[in-house]
T-cell receptor, first 113, second 113 residues
Framework: DTAVSQTPKYLVTQMGNDKSIKCEQN?????MYWYKQDSKKFLKIMFS???????INETVPNRFSPKSPDKAHLNLHINSLELGDSAVYFC????????????FGSGTRLTVV | AQSVTQPDIHITVSEGASLELRCNYS??????LFWYVQSPGQGLQLLLK??????LVQGIKGFEAEFKRSQSSFNLRKPSVHWSDAAEYFC???????????FGGGTRVLVKP
């Protein structure tokens, strides 16, 4: 059983398109995150949701919109994709009462052409 | 604001030799510290974490890390590396009350036969 699963694993799309990445966790964690890893491997938090409530919203273009239908899911929708959006996007989850530490998904490599 | 510095971008080590990866953090309160490993094309896996107590922390895969408050460091060590330890290693600091992790830039470890 995959703990944090992301789909798709790879996504190639043209500039200007709208795309979504889905994330689901079966760990019973309360908090979920989206991180962006750039070409230099630098990881930066984008969003965090706790029990479907947005708690962290870093400086991210408003073309990026997270949606959490329930605490086990956190999807990322991106409008009007740009070349600079090309990166690997990681979903993660955590639970403070279970010793912190994130469990990461395997990532979605987004390539905008 | 919290920050993490990993001074070494690349480290090459011979199989069977010891490994030490450096991590320095900046955080105003007691830090929550983590080390993660990322194998090529994979997500991040938690190696170990420090919250309080014994400053020498044991993790998975034979890794350990030592928290030194006076030096604001949390260096990762392994006595004898295996070829499978070739990967990217990330140090991270977390907020005590919140769930946000700030990552260092990573250290790529190459293992020579």
């Amino acid at each position: 059983d995959t703990a944090v699963s992301q789909t798709p694993k790879y996504l190639v799309t043209q500039m200007g398109n709208d795309k979504s990445i889905k994330c689901e966790q079966n760990l019973g964690h309360d908090t979920m995150y989206w991180y962006k890893q750039d070409s230099k491997k630098f990881l930066k938090i984008m969003f965090s949701y706790n029990n479907k409530e947005l708690i962290i919203n870093e400086t991210v273009p408003n073309r990026f919109s997270p949606k959490s239908p329930d605490k086990a899911h956190l999807n990322l929708h991106i409008n009007s994709l740009e070349l600079g959006d090309s990166a690997v996007y990681f979903c993660a989850s955590s639970h403070p009462n279970r010793g912190y530490g994130y469990t990461f998904g395997s990532g979605t490599r987004l390539t905008v052409v | 604001a919290q920050s993490v510095t990993q001074p070494d971008i690349h480290i090459t080590v011979s199989e069977g030799a010891s490994l030490e990866l450096r991590c320095n953090y900046s955080y105003g309160a007691t830090p929550y510290l983590f080390w993660y490993v990322q194998s090529p094309g994979q997500g991040l896996q938690l190696l170990l974490k420090y919250f309080s107590g014994d400053t020498l922390v044991q993790g998975i895969k034979g890794f350990e890390a030592e928290f030194k408050r006076s030096q604001s460091s949390f260096n990762l060590r392994k006595p004898s590396v295996h070829w499978s330890d070739a990967a990217e290693y990330f140090c991270a600091v977390g907020e005590a009350a919140g769930n946000k992790l700030t990552f260092g830039g990573g250290t790529r470890v190459l293992v020579k036969p």
